[in-house]
């Protein structure tokens, strides 16, 4: 089948360090690869993705790899701000089908000045 | 740019009430989804549109319908509310429905059934 799991939080990090949040997946065939983010108050809004192996995605300062060899697609940020405070979900979706998007349990964030 | 706009943003409700979470978008997107996030758990599908007049279950469709009469609204019901539906309930919307697809989220509805 396909799942996504993702490191547990919270995690609590001072501004100015690096981030890692960890995601691994298994899947059929050869999915397309998702970081969601959260901000209080708002829906989820999309982070960046890659949509094949080696594939590297990257927006704000934050990037994730596509590793086909250790289905990992692990959300790194070199240095964090306050307003990278947010719940980020990994997700990853089927290349088939409307209903073929399926989420991490997301990883809470929170940044202290 | 309003994107996807979901009302209301809380609610309570007794067991065995009914209720209607409205959804509208207004980029035009053929696909429609509603979701259901638990506390500690990721996102689950309840039901989905692929265009106006065709809905179909996802995940957890118990305890819900859905109707698409329009390419702006996704309405979701619920008919005969139980503490087990108490979760944050998203609709999103995409354009298509390609593994790459993008989809946009609304901000949220937060349901609480005593």
């Known amino acids: 089948g396909n799942s996504v799991t993702q490191m547990e939080g919270p995690v609590t990090l001072s501004e100015e360090a690096f981030l890692t949040i960890n995601c691994t997946y298994t899947?059929?065939?050869?999915?397309?690869l998702f970081w969601y983010v959260q901000y209080p108050g708002e829906g989820l809004q999309l982070l960046l993705k890659?949509?094949?192996?080696?594939d590297k995605g990257s927006n704000k300062g934050f990037e994730a790899t596509y590793r086909k060899e250790t289905t990992s697609f692990h959300l790194e940020k070199g240095s964090v701000q306050v307003s990278d405070s947010a719940v980020y979900f990994c997700?990853?979706?089927?290349?088939?089908?409307?209903?073929?998007?399926?989420f991490g349990t997301g990883t809470r964030l929170t940044v202290i000045p | 740019n309003a994107g996807v706009t979901q009302t209301p943003k809380f609610r309570i409700l007794k067991i065995g009430q009914s209720m209607t979470l409205q959804c509208t978008q207004d980029?035009?997107?053929?696909?429609m989804y509603w979701y259901r996030q638990d506390p500690g758990m990721g996102l689950k599908l309840i039901y989905y549109?692929?265009?106006?007049?065709?809905?179909d279950k996802g995940e957890v469709p118990n305890g819900y319908n859905v109707s698409r009469s329009t390419t702006e609204d996704f309405p979701l019901r619920l008919e005969l509310a139980a503490p087990s539906q108490t979760s944050v309930y998203f609709c999103?919307?995409?354009?298509?429905?390609?593994?790459?697809?993008?989809?946009?989220f609304g901000s949220g509805t937060q349901l609480s059934v005593l």
């Open positions: 980029m035009n997107h053929n696909y």
């Open positions: 549109s692929v265009g106006a007049g065709i809905t």
């Open positions: 899947a059929t065939g050869y999915p397309s």
């Open positions: 999103a919307s995409s354009s298509g429905q390609g593994a790459g697809e993008k989809l946009f």
């Open positions: 997700a990853l979706a089927r290349q088939t089908g409307a209903n073929n998007l399926f």
């Open positions: 890659a949509t094949k192996a080696d």
